[in-house]
T-cell receptor, first 119, second 115 residues
Framework: AQTVTQSQPEMSVQEAETVTLSCTYD???????LFWYKQPPSRQMILVIRQEAYKQQNATENRFSVNFQKAAKSFSLKISDSQLGDAAMYFC????????????????FGKGTHLIIQP | NAGVMQNPRHLVRRRGQEARLRCSPM?????VYWYRQLPEEGLKFMVYLQKENIIDESGMPKERFSAEFPKEGPSILRIQQVVRGDSAAYFC?????????????FGPGTRLTVL
């Protein structure tokens, strides 16, 4: 079974600084997708960034980028120039690729990291 | 294009009552997923449905929980004889048919409180 581990229950960063959130996962699959979701106090789940495992290039979306280390099964999220609106719970998630003939199409989530932005 | 709709947003039930949670996927989406989020936890996959079919219910508790996605109307997650441990936020997500990675778009969730 796949598992996703986020070892940092809470992180704090000064506004405008850079912060990195950690995520590791365990899988026997070779083809899969990884995601970072943001959950603000409204509880709405918002997709921040995604990475296809077969792509070596790290995904980037504006101030958000990932460091994907497939061999180490690590998928960290870097937030540059942190803003007050970035304060939220951040969840790392995994899904096996449909092309791999995976069974469940459900996402497997980590327990989350609470990100605090200090003004 | 409206997003994924869930109602009610908040639901209070007494122990032993039934809870019905509704999810209307985004227009054009034929895949629906239900997740449960317990306090201080991440989301846990419950069930994956397509129109009139349950594709994967490996995350559903064996008793009291059921889900459907009829040909017409919203998807329903039904919890019979609720207990305090069912108190949680229940999220629905939808995705379109096809595509390479089928991004799941989440609704705002229903917070169930069992008294």
């Amino acid at each position: 079974a796949q598992t996703v581990t986020q070892s940092q229950p809470e992180m704090s960063v000064q506004e405008a600084e850079t912060v990195t959130l950690s995520c590791t996962y365990d899988t026997s699959e070779s083809d899969y997708y990884l995601f970072w979701y943001k959950q603000p106090p409204s509880r709405q789940m918002i997709l921040v960034i995604r990475q296809e495992a077969y792509k070596q290039q790290n995904a980037t979306e504006n101030r958000f980028s990932v460091n994907f280390q497939k061999a180490a099964k690590s998928f960290s999220l870097k937030i540059s120039d942190s803003q007050l609106g970035d304060a939220a719970m951040y969840f790392c998630a995994y899904r096996v690729s449909l092309l791999s003939g995976g069974g469940a199409d459900g996402l497997t989530f980590g327990k989350g990291t609470h990100l605090i932005i200090q003004p | 294009n409206a997003g994924v709709m869930q109602n009610p947003r908040h639901l209070v039930r007494r122990r032993g009552q039934e809870a019905r949670l509704r999810c209307s996927p985004m227009k054009g989406h034929s895949h629906v997923y239900w997740y449960r989020q317990l306090p201080e936890e991440g989301l846990k996959f419950m069930v994956y449905l397509q129109k009139e079919n349950i594709i994967d219910e490996s995350g559903m508790p064996k008793e009291r929980f059921s889900a459907e996605f009829p040909k017409e109307g919203p998807s329903i997650l039904r919890i019979q004889q609720v207990v305090r441990g069912d108190s949680a936020a229940y999220f629905c997500a939808s995705s379109p048919l096809g595509g390479t990675y089928n991004e799941q778009f989440f609704g705002p969730g229903t917070r169930l409180t069992v008294l």
